[in-house]
């Protein structure tokens, strides 16, 4: 059931609030941030554990994360934390969360969603390998999927809970569901892409407390880069478009949930697996591929079929349920008579 629109004049200017805390919150948590992270993966490695995993992938990604990751990581926690003072100060009810479904329907859902987002992003993954825009690392660990799904499950979760369920109901409780849709998607796309250019370069030993108000006004200057707009910005759009249609067909989260955990685990999949080629690294092949699978307009396409296949697929067998409802309902009436 989706919430009643409620009209809400105020509602542009708490978004606007909304977003500029969201920045403020990270560029101030971004330094504690960062020096936390890299004194975990120094004392985690100088302690020489032989733990292996999840533990080590984490420490690994701690080491290898510039500021400028740690800077996006810090958005999303912030971003994440706020939704639901932000429902609360717009107007917090129940109904702003769609209806609980039974575990077996959500998650045959769930499962639909992921096998076919992770199955063509890894497809279109090897496909780029063939053609050398991508190669292959020297000794591939295939079977190492526990990182990847760990990280897939977790963000398909959280933040289909906090985009698609508490921000998105809120949208469709205060503007309908056109306009709803519209700064849902663009709040969750613009919170993915805010990132300084790949230029910009912060060594450790130089990251201060105001370094992060200092990125900040590095990260404008990538709208000034077409390619740029057209190779991520776009493509974030298509998939935060695609999970609150997800939503809005089915009335319920799972759909969304398996989409994203299924294009979270084969970008992270695919990543550990391959190394970026010469042209990669030099932007020779924007705006078509990029230096991840969520970058280019070959991801953007992927992500497009995908969506429209899965919502297809989805719209469908919703529809059969709900006829099958009414037959149901329908005895059970003439049966009372």
Known sequence: M??????DPAVAWKLIAY????????AILTPPLFWAGKSFATSFSSAGSEASGILNWLTDALT?????????????IVAVALIYPLIRWAG???SLFPSWAPLSNGARQCLLGFLLAAGFLLLLGWVLVSTGAYKMKPHPNWVSIGAPLFAAVSVGFIE???????LLGLFLKSLGRTKALLWGTFIFAIVHFL??????????????WTSGFALIG???????????????????FAVGWILAQGRMITGRLWLSVGLHAG???GLKYFSALTLSSRALKQGDLLPWIGLNLKVGLAPLVVVLFTGWLVLRLSQSKDQVNLAEDKIRLQEAKRSET
Do not use: C, H
Not at 19 to 26: D, N, S, V, Y
Not at 160 to 165: C, I, K, N
Not at 195 to 208: G, I, N, R, W, Y
């Open 263 to 265: 294009w979270v685990f």
């Open 218 to 236: 590095q990260i404008f200057v990538g709208f000034s880069n077409l390619n740029f707009i057209l190779a991520e910005f776009l493509t974030l």
């Open 160 to 166: 289909e809970f906090s985009f698609r369920g508490a």
């Open 64 to 76: 290898r994360a510039d500021f400028s990751r740690y800077f996006n990581r810090a958005v999303l």
């Open 2 to 7: 989706q919430p009643v629109k409620s009209s």
């Open 92 to 94: 917090f009810d129940r």
């Open 195 to 208: 990132k300084p250019p790949e230029t910009f370069l912060l060594p450790s030993e130089s990251v201060t």
């Open 19 to 26: 977003f500029a805390l969201i920045m403020i919150g990270a």
